[in-house]
Nanobody
């Protein structure tokens, strides 16, 4: 069973930056398209960025140009570099595979709060 551990969140002022990390157990990690998701209070969880095993990326319109997803398969880790943060980016951020095969058990997520 794959376990996901997200880290790197925190409180940041508007315009600031954060880098999130997601460490995954299990050697099959590198084969999967991975995504960063977020869930704001009262809203559904949404996919904001995804990366394939070969490194191709996709972004939600709301974060395109500000967020960058990357992965280091040798470390079983996915990253999300977030720049020019806005208050509306405030949410709990999670990683998981982005696949029609379904999701692994969700990790605890990491809280990102953008506020002055």
């Amino acid at each position: 069973q794959v376990q996901l551990v997200e880290s790197g969140g925190g409180l940041v002022q508007p315009g600031g930056s954060l880098r999130l990390s997601c460490a995954a157990s299990g050697s099959i990690f590198s084969f999967w398209r991975m995504g960063w998701y977020r869930q704001a209070p009262g809203k559904e969880r949404e996919l904001v960025a995804a990366i394939t095993s070969s490194g191709s990326t996709n972004y939600a319109d709301s974060v395109s140009g500000r967020f960058t997803i990357s992965r280091d398969s040798s470390k079983n880790t996915v990253y999300l570099q977030m720049n020019s943060l806005k208050p509306e980016d405030t949410a709990v951020y999670y990683c998981n595979r982005d696949s029609i095969s379904g999701k692994w058990p969700w990790g605890q997520g990491t809280q990102v709060t953008v506020s002055s």
